[in-house]
């Protein structure tokens, strides 16, 4: 059972930036493909980035790419999500989704759908005014 605890959301306003940090438990923590999804008032959740600890490239949203980095540090069990030049549409839930790799998956991309993730967390509000 992976554990997800998110943290960094808040009110800014357009321009500003934001770090989301997402925490979790498992003990095999290299062994996660971590993502971070975002659902918007009225919206379906959708997927903003996904990273994995070798092989694979980062995943990144067209909406957010050059604005966006997700990093995690593998010594603290914990994922970050960079976000800069923030905007009223990235106004959202922010939640932090996790996926226990088995070995065929170590080497592709990291997964960025929903369903492809079984453990969340119970997401962070982020908040962009104009």
């Known amino acids: 059972q992976v554990q997800l605890v998110e943290s960094g959301g808040g009110l800014v306003q357009a321009g500003d930036s934001l770090r989301l940090s997402c925490a979790a438990s498992?003990?095999?923590?290299?062994?996660?493909?971590m993502g971070w999804f975002r659902q918007a008032p009225g919206k379906e959740r959708e997927s903003v980035a996904a990273?994995?600890?070798?092989?694979?490239?980062?995943f990144y949203a067209d909406s957010v790419k050059g604005r966006f980095t997700i990093s995690r540090d593998n010594a603290k069990n914990t994922v970050y999500l960079q976000m800069n030049s923030l905007k009223p549409e990235d106004t959202a839930d922010y939640y932090c989704?996790?996926?226990?790799?088995?070995?065929?998956?170590?080497?592709?991309?990291?997964?960025?759908?929903?369903?492809?993730?079984?453990?969340w967390g119970q997401g962070t509000a982020v908040t962009v005014s104009s």
């Open positions: 498992e003990d095999y923590f290299s062994r996660l493909a």
């Open positions: 990273i994995k600890l070798v092989g694979g490239r980062p």
């Open positions: 989704a996790a996926r226990v790799l088995i070995p065929r998956e170590y080497l592709s991309d990291p997964p960025r759908r929903e369903d492809e993730y079984g453990y």
